[in-house]
């Protein structure tokens, strides 16, 4: 039972223009949301996050979209750098900000071409 | 470096030998949790801490796994009689949730193959 879904195993994009990572969720008890960044050889690191009070977040060229009543969230990269080349994880959360366990989507290749 | 450190980073077994798996957290964090990451999906929960006290454990977690934080600092995840499906990588987190929102580091992971 796949809670959390990444259904594009990739994305290339050029330098400079906007990276869009969807992810759908079917749990309507998640009200926690994150994205994460994974390198190879190392563990995940947070990118960004999202209450499900929210409907959107802004941390720089990151920007996260989360439409509740679609169970739908987006990560938005504007503009898109080659050094942001990595896997993007979503992970969504029932306890709120003080959230515990994390549920991982599949993950998305991200491949920015100079 | 203040960052989680697991090790070993990478380990080798023959089916059916037992294994652990080291993990040390940030100094100052409570919180500790281990993943399970296969190859092309996300990790997955594997069990929490809070201190010394382990309060959730995911039906994964079967009774060849065990995990401990005595301390409440490093903790051990061992698997006994190691079957070829555990072959993945184990990631450990760790996390303060006084500072607000409850952010988890993440190791780099120990690579399993089971053999």
């Known amino acids: 039972d796949q809670q959390v879904k990444q259904n594009s195993p990739s994305l290339s994009v050029q330098e400079g223009r906007i990276s869009i990572l969807n992810c759908d969720y079917t749990?309507?008890?998640?009200?926690?949301f994150l994205w994460y960044k994974k390198y190879p050889a190392e563990g995940p690191t947070f990118l960004i996050s999202?209450?499900?009070?929210?409907d959107k977040n802004e941390d720089g060229r990151f920007t996260v979209f989360l439409n509740k009543s679609a169970k739908h969230l987006s990560l938005h990269i504007v503009p898109s750098q080659p050094g942001d080349s990595a896997v993007y994880f979503c992970?969504?959360?029932?306890?709120?900000?003080?959230?515990?366990?994390?549920?991982f989507g599949q993950g998305t290749i991200l491949t920015v071409h100079p | 470096d203040t960052g989680v450190s697991q090790d070993p980073r990478h380990k080798i077994t023959k089916r059916g030998q037992n294994v652990t798996f080291r993990c040390d957290p940030i100094?100052?964090?409570?919180?500790l949790y281990w993943y399970r990451q296969t190859l092309g999906q996300g990790p997955e929960f594997l069990t929490y801490?809070?201190?010394?006290?382990?309060?959730?454990k995911s039906r994964l977690l079967s009774d060849r796994f065990s995990a401990e934080r005595p301390k409440g600092s490093f903790s051990t995840l061992e698997i006994q009689r190691t079957e070829q499906g555990d072959s993945a990588m184990y990631l450990c987190?760790?996390?303060?949730?006084?500072?607000?929102?409850?952010?988890?580091?993440f190791g780099p992971g120990t690579r399993l193959t089971v053999l």
């Open positions: 987190a760790s996390s303060s949730p006084v500072r607000g929102v409850d952010e988890q580091f």
């Open positions: 749990n309507s008890m998640f009200d926690y």
């Open positions: 999202i209450s499900s009070i929210k």
């Open positions: 992970a969504a959360s029932d306890g709120g900000t003080s959230y515990g366990k994390l549920t």
């Open positions: 100094s100052e964090h409570n919180r």
């Open positions: 801490f809070q201190n010394e006290a382990q309060l959730e």
